[in-house]
């Protein structure tokens, strides 16, 4: 069965950093594409970045210059360095990996992340 748990969220002042990251078991490769979503209260869920099986990266526009993802294969993980945190980046952080080929995906459980002074 595979899991995704992410952690390293929490309360920061505006204008700070936070690590996020995502473990994930049971998987039986790496062939994932790793991504992280973001939900602001009452909003729908949006893409915020992603990371490619071969490392490239992709960003949303208000994110860019901001945030960081990373990948570390030998341990199915996926990290989201966030800096310059506002209060618009309040909300819950999701994982979710999907198969490059089969297109098959994962969620995690979500970490919720709080920017306020």
């Known amino acids: 069965q595979v899991q995704l748990v992410e952690s390293g969220g929490g309360l920061v002042q505006p204008g700070g950093s936070l690590r996020l990251s995502c473990a994930a078991s049971?998987?039986?490769?790496?062939?994932?594409?790793m991504a992280w979503y973001f939900q602001a209260p009452g909003k729908q869920r949006d893409w915020v970045a992603t990371v490619g099986t071969t490392g490239t990266t992709d960003y949303g526009d208000s994110v860019k210059g901001r945030f960081s993802i990373s990948r570390d294969n030998a341990k199915n993980t996926v990290y989201l360095q966030m800096g310059s945190l506002k209060p618009e980046d309040t909300g819950v952080y999701f994982c979710r990996f999907t198969h490059l080929v089969q297109g098959h995906y994962y969620w995690g459980q979500g970490t919720q992340v709080t920017v306020s002074a």
């Open positions: 049971g998987l039986l490769s790496s062939n994932y594409v």
